[in-house]
């Protein structure tokens, strides 16, 4: 089977495995804002955002540096798992003993004990990390698909099924620590058959897998601060009931495009790095990628944004209208997100993570002040235009700093990509902003809304249908190579 219709076949199960993830994360949002007190919501959106740092942390980028080197042997593999382990345990120690200083500086108390619930997951994680590596490396989707998407639906019964029973934000930590559990079970299962760790431990053989490792946690940790931030201040600013608000928005607005373009970079972080040594291949692809991210995530924020006003109360009632603003502006912060999200796989597969943690750290000390004053002169109306300026300052910079030093100049290939997707989207703006002018009908809006969504998918699907593009052309044949 040749590389594309591998990758092509891997990207179908990558995409069942976050489309669940997807699907069932915002259903569960859903339920648990609508099951919870605003204060309680809010403590749970904050226990979001160490479920992510939690994530980012786990195996200390050692998955990724197995994938990204060529030839590893087993030696090398073990060492790694030791490795992930023992790290593992510092990191449980380290939050269990950092909770109650983290829950004071943010002014909620409740926070501590969650913290150090979450803390366990460090010493979880770390036993399934290396198979889901080598699943991912072979570009084995398929079976690392049915039982990501397994772990994470009997996560969501439970923390559902807790939150009934008890109305409190302990019921997403327990669904968390769920999921990591059933996933490393599963992954184990499989992958023990494949590979089992021997009792090596021999450090000067992984250098470079930890430098690698090194570089990608530390550029996952400022990457981390700088999508975190917003939360963090308005918490600690504004209280837990604004930071329940705004997860909404971002987990609807933001969240989505950087699980939906995991999909395709997920698959192609080890395509590209098996095509790493071919210049012209690898940047004609990642252009490809950028547009394809663009043709995925745009109709849909692009539609959110006409439509967030009827979403909000159908979804999570009418308690949470006050975040309609918010979630429009932060729609068009989640578009330049969604563009700058494969960047990170071509820096991995170029081994370039140095480049992506100088950027990531410099951007802490422009981003933090943007969204510090405008929590505070301005509230959460400030928060989200700041957060929409940094995205701005964070597309721009992208090229100069991390596209430029890899490809040299391809400025015009860069703003291509970007605006083909778009203009193929505006016709569907056009008739959802007609729509909105002349039909207000607040007594069927659970109709009304599902007729704009048709209509806006129907238009969007006709262009490009009809659209000449030698590169949509192409994208209809993959789309029906990843159908069939």
């Known amino acids: 089977m040749s590389l594309k219709s591998k990758t ?38 904050v226990m979001t955002v160490f479920f992510i740092l939690t994530d980012a942390l786990a195996d200390f980028g050692i998955s990724n540096s197995i994938i990204q080197q060529s030839d590893i042997s087993i030696e090398q593999m073990s060492t790694l798992y030791w490795v992930n382990i023992l790290f593992g345990i510092f990191l449980f120690v380290a939050f269990f003993v950092l909770s ?32 889901r590596a080598l699943l991912q490396k072979e570009l084995n989707f398929n079976v690392l698909g049915k039982l990501e998407s397994i772990a994470y639906i009997i996560g969501f019964c439970s923390a559902v099924l807790i939150a009934i029973e008890n109305k409190s934000a302990i019921s997403a930590v327990w669904g968390y620590l769920i999921i990591v559990s059933c996933r490393t079970m599963l992954l184990s299962a499989v992958g023990r058959k494949l590979y089992k760790p021997k009792f090596i431990f021999k450090l000067k ?52 495009p950087s699980k939906i373009s995991p999909i395709i970079t997920r698959v192609l972080f080890p395509a590209f790095s098996k095509i790493q040594n071919d210049p012209q291949k690898l940047k004609l692809n990642f ?7 663009g043709f995925v995530n745009f109709p849909a924020l692009f539609g959110l944004l006409f439509l967030s006003k009827e979403f909000i109360l159908l979804s999570f009632g009418v308690k949470w209208i006050f975040i309609n603003n918010i ?14 999200n494969p960047i990170g796989a071509l820096l991995m597969a170029k081994a370039r993570m140095d480049l992506s943690f100088k950027f990531n750290l410099a951007k802490i000390f422009i981003f933090a002040p943007i969204l510090y004053f405008g929590a505070v002169l301005y509230g959460l109306i400030g928060v989200a235009l700041g957060f929409l300026l940094c ?6 910079f992208s090229y100069f700093l991390l596209l430029k030093p890899i490809f040299g100049q391809c400025l015009v290939e860069y703003f291509k990509s970007l605006l083909l997707p778009f203009l193929h989207v505006i016709p569907m703006c056009i008739v ?53």
Not at 453 to 473: C, Q
């Open 432 to 484: 959802l902003y007609v729509m909105n002018i002349y039909w207000k009908q607040n007594n069927m809006m659970l109709m009304v809304f599902s007729i704009k969504i048709l209509s806006g998918a129907f238009v969007y699907l006709l262009t490009m249908y009809l659209s000449k593009n030698a590169l949509v052309r192409e994208l209809r044949g993959i789309c029906w190579g990843f159908i069939k």
């Open 100 to 131: 109650d200083p983290i829950a004071a500086w943010l002014n909620i108390p409740d926070v501590s004990s969650l913290i150090k619930m979450t803390s366990l997951a460090f010493i979880i994680i770390p036993h399934g990390q290396q198979y």
């Open 8 to 45: 092509i076949k891997s990207a179908k199960w990558s995409a069942i495995s976050s489309l669940t993830v997807i699907i069932f994360g915002f259903l569960q949002m859903t339920i648990l804002s609508r099951i919870l007190s605003t204060n309680e919501f809010g403590i749970l959106s």
């Open 287 to 293: 252009f490809k990628l950028l547009s394809l991210i």
């Open 327 to 340: 979630m429009m502006i932060l729609c068009l912060a989640g578009v330049l997100r969604a563009a700058a």
């Open 391 to 396: 995205q701005v300052v964070n597309t721009i």
């Open 205 to 256: 053989s992984v250098k470079s897998n930890l430098v690698f490792g090194f570089y990608l946690t530390a550029d996952s940790i400022v990457n981390y601060i700088n999508s975190n931030m917003s939360t963090i201040l308005i918490a600690k600013i504004l209280g837990p009931v604004l930071t329940g608000g705004y997860s909404i928005t971002y987990n609807v607005a933001v969240n989505p």
